[in-house]
């Protein structure tokens, strides 16, 4: 159960947030969960969850390791800092405040497996991809990009995020035979590169418009292994809801 903060929250705020948190998610061992704060706040969250089984993980890495590339924080930085997941290819940085392609996306997911940070890659069609019958192509296109020559065991390191991007702060949650279909896809793509056993052993999270009031029918499908939520994860109490539903 993943919360994915974006632009949200100061360092302070996320103390704030983890005072709380802790407190609900103590002695949770159900399913993991991680939390995606900016990369500001992670040294605040990863002191926050000190002792606990909560991971941090960061929004978005550079594939470099280091050199002059204003702005950019490599997958070695978000390590040393404490973090252990990093997001990768997220729609708002493929649609949004960048143009990231499936090639940045591969140049991250290696970058983030060499330095052993976990990835969860992120694909999800467009709402226009979605109207013209496009989804399938469009997930099969990128998860292929995404995970395109990993060797087995890097394979196993890596979880799928898929976001439907019309799902995504719209409240439009995909239903659950929507989400189940895609991720039964994106599996049967993984058995096809990877084998049966790394497919079932695949965790795929549903993200887009989840809330505490829809997390019970999208996780009675067997397909979901999980969520990545946006705007519900910035509450504490809204959140711990959808870990606990889940
Ligand atoms: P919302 O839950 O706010 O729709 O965001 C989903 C998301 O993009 C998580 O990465």
Redesign the pocket.
Known sequence: M???W?MYKTPQETAIFFERFNSLADGWEKSDIVL?PPAIDIPAAVAAVNGTNIGIGGQNIYWSKEGAFTGEISADMFLAAGASWV?IG???RRHVVTSETDADVLKKTQAALGAGLRPII?VGERLEEHKAGKTNEVLIKQFAAGVAGLTEEQFAQVVI?Y?PVW?????QTATPEIAAAAHRLIRQEADRRFGGEAAEQLRILY?????PDNIVGLMKEDQLDGT??????LDPDSFFKIVKAA
């Open positions: 993943a919360g994915n974006k995606f997001l997220h729609s708002e992120c995020a976001e799902a995504i702060g719209t409240g993200g887009g418009s989840v809330k990545l939520v946006g705007g519900a994860s």
